[in-house]
């Protein structure tokens, strides 16, 4: 089955090379637990395949990265970005509409991180709701996990770790949780994401980056 689904990835891998390559993460990050038939999400499963056939496709010289997450299976989400951040083309990530949650590292596992205008990203503490956790071992897995969101955002973008975890442990900024929602313009200031642009402007960074690395070769 694994195999079967490898080479269908790399087939379309493949069948749709160009300079650059775009992949979509929308809705939810699905990840070991399925979500509901009519849920829009993204099936972790079928793009970090894609995402190592991309890495071995000669013809495809770039990847834009098109992000509009609601949340989803933390560990997935990781697992993709770490995918991301370890690619030798270069990747440009846009934040369209809304960064929730996972969508953060997937950002600013790209090497340029761009949002939109009007886009805006949500980072509040990992966790399953806005409940209090009650069991000891539960919250210390939370911790851990956070940990890792944490220290992965911090090591590719310019965000400071205290700023981070000021967004995310607010009280004031989200009626019914903690967290915050910010602004293109504030995620670009934070640090948090690299610049405010559009497709025009992720295309021409991947394209400027392509030239230079033909230049350099």
Not at 99 to 123: D, E, M, N, Q, W
Not at 181 to 195: M, N, P, Q
Request: glycine fraction near 12%; hydrophobic fraction near 45%.
């Amino acid at each position: 089955m694994e195999e079967q689904a490898l080479s269908q990835t790399t087939a379309l891998g493949t069948a749709s090379a160009g300079e650059i390559h775009c992949v979509t993460i929308i809705g939810q990050v699905e990840g070991h637990q399925l979500m509901d038939a009519e849920v829009k999400t993204t099936k972790y499963e079928h793009i970090m395949p894609l995402l190592a056939a991309i890495e071995e496709t000669p013809e495809i010289r770039g990847v834009l990265l098109l992000l509009n997450t609601v949340g989803g299976d933390v560990d997935a989400g990781l697992g993709i970005a770490e995918l991301i951040a370890g690619m030798t083309k270069p990747v440009a990530s846009l934040i369209l509409g809304g960064g929730h949650s996972i969508g953060v590292p997937l950002a600013v596992s790209a090497r340029r991180s761009f949002i939109a205008k009007s886009a805006a990203v949500t980072l509040h503490p990992v966790r399953l709701t806005g409940v209090v956790l009650g069991a000891p071992q539960t919250y210390r897995y939370f911790e851990q996990m956070q940990e890792r969101v944490v220290g992965f955002i911090t090591g590719h973008s310019r965000i400071s770790r205290e700023r981070l975890l000021g967004y995310m442990l607010a009280t004031d900024a989200l009626a019914t949780d903690m967290g915050t929602v910010i602004t293109g313009a504030e995620a670009v200031d934070s640090g948090l994401i690299d610049c405010m642009g559009s497709l025009r402007d992720a295309l021409a960074w991947l394209h400027q980056e392509i030239a230079g690395g033909e230049a350099k070769g």
